[in-house]
Antibody
């Protein structure tokens, strides 16, 4: 059973950098899956932040692209998220999620099948 | 970005009711549509992927249909544990986008 566990500071100052890690257990981070970050502001919906492949290649949401960096540490079986120049609008629960793929009729259908419990982050001075 | 619009935004229903939630994409996404359930204080939980494929372990009272731009999630007979918020999500292209959510409440 794959498990994901986010960790990091719960409070970040405005203009600072949000840093979170997602530890993966029960499976290798070097598998063919994509590792994603999704956030949810208080009382609001879900926003996809980006994804990273085990090779280290990344794909970010254009709305956050200039401020986001994702990385992978195979030795620790974990992925990391850094979000720079944060403001109060970045206050949210941050989830890591595994993207799996279902192949049908030569098409690959991606979906998030495992999620961490979420790491709440507040941006405030 | 592909915009996903769910309706209704909230819904009151009783145990045993049949419920349908609709999700509309701003462009054709074929069958690249997933559904998640989220309960308060918990992470989203995958229910259905590729529009109609039931995730392992999810009760068969949940079903999905649709393709192109219009999709539905149906719960055939509501159980107490089904009262939650439901989200659709397109995986046709990135950035992946979610609907705004449908909150299912007890009548």
């Amino acid at each position: 059973q794959v498990q994901l566990q986010e960790s990091g500071p719960g409070l970040v100052k405005p203009s600072g950098t949000l840093s979170l890690t997602c530890a993966v257990s029960g499976g290798s981070i070097s598998s063919s899956n994509l590792w994603n970050w999704v956030r949810q502001p208080p009382g609001k919906g879900l926003e996809w932040i980006g994804e990273i492949y085990h090779s280290g290649s990344t794909n970010y949401n254009p709305s956050l692209k200039t401020r986001v960096t994702m990385s992978i540490d195979k030795s620790k079986n974990q992925v990391s998220l850094k979000l720079r120049s944060v403001t109060a609008a970045d206050t949210a629960i941050y989830y890591c999620a595994r993207a799996n793929v279902y192949y049908y009729d030569s098409s690959g259908y991606y979906y998030f099948d495992y999620w961490g419990q979420g790491s709440p982050v507040t941006v405030s001075s | 970005d592909i915009q996903m619009t769910q309706s209704p935004s909230s819904l009151s229903a009783s145990v045993g009711d049949r419920v349908t939630i609709t999700c509309r994409a701003s462009q054709n996404i074929n069958s690249y549509l997933n559904w998640y359930q989220q309960k308060p204080g918990q992470a989203p939980n995958l229910l259905i992927y590729a529009a109609f494929t039931l995730q392992s372990g999810v009760p068969s009272r949940f079903s999905g249909s649709g393709s192109g731009t219009d999709f539905t999630l149906t719960i055939s007979s509501l159980q107490l544990e089904d009262f939650a918020t439901y989200y659709c999500q397109q995986s046709y292209n990135t950035p992946y986008t979610f609907g705004q959510g449908t909150k299912l409440e007890i009548k």
